[in-house]
Nanobody, 123 residues
Framework: VQLQASGGGLVQAGGSLRLTCAAS????????MGWFRQAPGKEREFVAVTNWSGAGADYAESAKGRFTISRDNAKNTVWLQMNSLRPEDTAVYYC?????????????????WGQGTLVTVSS
């Protein structure tokens, strides 16, 4: 699966962005899909994951109530709607696909990664 993340940019604190992960080469309907982020000098961290059907999701504590992950398998696309953005959300955001049955929140369980899209939140 090839993953292409887009939709990042510069936004003021309190603003919103919608990230898109477009997949090609293989259907994503067999994969749980996740979003991770990596800030400068920090390790890549989990943000959100949705299960293969889109009926289930899990979020990092920092994302709960502000971010929403969704998917459309027919379009082979996953989104991350981010609201009430904070300066600490500034990072490169990556989408990833996991073939494990259970939704996972650590990078080791993901088989395919996109190239990342930069989100910068100004105060």
């Amino acid at each position: 699966v090839q993953l292409q993340a887009s939709g990042g940019g510069l936004v003021q604190a309190g603003g919103s962005l919608r990230l898109t992960c477009a997949a090609s080469g293989r259907t994503i309907s067999n994969y749980n899909m996740g979003w991770f982020r990596q800030a400068p000098g920090k390790e890549r961290e989990f943000v959100a994951v949705t299960n293969w059907s889109g009926a289930g999701a899990d979020y990092a504590e920092s994302a709960k109530g502000r971010f929403t992950i969704s998917r459309d398998n027919a379009k082979n696309t996953v989104w991350l709607q981010m609201n009430s953005l904070r300066p600490e959300d500034t990072a490169v955001y990556y989408c990833a696909a996991s073939s494990y049955v259970m939704m996972r929140i650590t990078v080791d369980f993901y088989d395919f990664w996109g190239q990342g899209t930069l989100v910068t939140v100004s105060s």
